[in-house]
């Protein structure tokens, strides 16, 4: 039977069934559609309890008399060991979204509470304690200290938390071994290649053993290969550490290793 002949018998079957109501029909559609893509996507849909937890959260720059509003009303939730990407166009406000989640930021609305602490309500002090013990970031440009070893670099955030030196540098290594960087320890950043530097901010970003990864373009800045390896990096850390992992890409192929993408488009969530 010809193609045409098939799918026009399936239509007429189709609106029978919905006694003739073709937007009934047409909804029936719509919902088997989103159960195929849903069946379709091998994901991990989120049960354990909530760990980072955003409220009609707004966030507006002010620039001379200028006024950017690159977040508004935005809420959701990530579960405790869920790998989240945030994606969307440039400037539609995913950095200032992982920044405010990760404290570095203030709102100008909304709450954010991270791990049962609300941030909006913590003094500068008590926040900048509660980013080092709990959350580790990656940036798409490292951000390792030009002038200090690989062993020192990674100890950084250990001296911010006032962990004893013997526990720190023995935590590095473990560290610097896990991210296949054992051998490099004595190098200094410019010695060690881009996919080697981003391994190692990963590295120091475990060092303190953080509930929360929060990574902003991880793979900007490496090649494909380079690039797949970070998000095998990432996906092992969280098997080994129960780590909840969010990254921002523009990369469909590393969205598409998350368990849910959450795509931004100007400040808002788009549905
Ligand atoms: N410190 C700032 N001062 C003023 N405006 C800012 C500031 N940071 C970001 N913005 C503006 O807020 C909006 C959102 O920026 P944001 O950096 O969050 O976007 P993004 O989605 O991360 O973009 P990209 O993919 O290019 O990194 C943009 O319009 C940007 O120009
Ligand atoms: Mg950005």
Do not use: C
Request: aromatic share 6%.
């Amino acid at each position: 039977m010809p193609k045409q002949i098939d799918k026009k018998i399936w239509a007429e079957q189709l609106l029978a069934a919905f006694d003739g109501n073709i937007d009934a029909a047409i909804d029936a559609l719509r919902q088997a559609e989103s159960a195929v893509k849903q069946a379709r996507k091998p994901k991990v849909m989120p049960t354990g309890p909530v760990l980072v937890s955003v409220e009609n959260l707004s966030k507006k720059y002010k620039v001379g008399r200028q006024h950017v509003q690159a977040l508004n009303s935005v809420s959701l939730d990530i579960h405790e060991g869920e790998f989240v990407a945030f994606t969307g166009p440039s400037g539609s406000g995913k950095s200032t979204l992982l920044q405010l989640i990760g404290g570095l930021d203030k709102p100008s609305e909304g709450t954010i509470t991270v791990d049962g602490k609300n941030l909006t309500k913590l003094s500068d002090r008590h926040l900048s304690k509660f980013r080092n013990q709990t959350i580790g970031f990656v940036f798409q440009f490292f951000y390792l200290q030009p002038f200090l070893r690989l062993e020192t670099n990674l100890e950084v955030p250990g001296m911010f938390a006032r962990t004893k030196r013997r526990e720190r540098t023995q935590t590095a290594a473990e560290l610097a071994d896990a991210v296949g960087l054992k051998d490099r320890l004595r190098h200094l950043p410019k010695e060690l290649s881009g996919g080697q530097m981003q391994r190692a901010a990963i590295a120091r970003a475990l060092l303190n053993r953080p509930k929360l990864i929060l990574a902003d373009e991880p793979t900007g800045n490496l090649d494909s290969t380079n690039g797949t390896a970070i998000i095998d990096l990432f996906e092992q850390v969280r098997k080994d550490f129960g780590t909840t992992i969010i990254i921002v890409t523009h990369d469909p192929k590393v969205a598409a290793h998350a368990d849910r993408e959450i795509v931004l488009e100007d400040g808002e969530i788009k549905l």
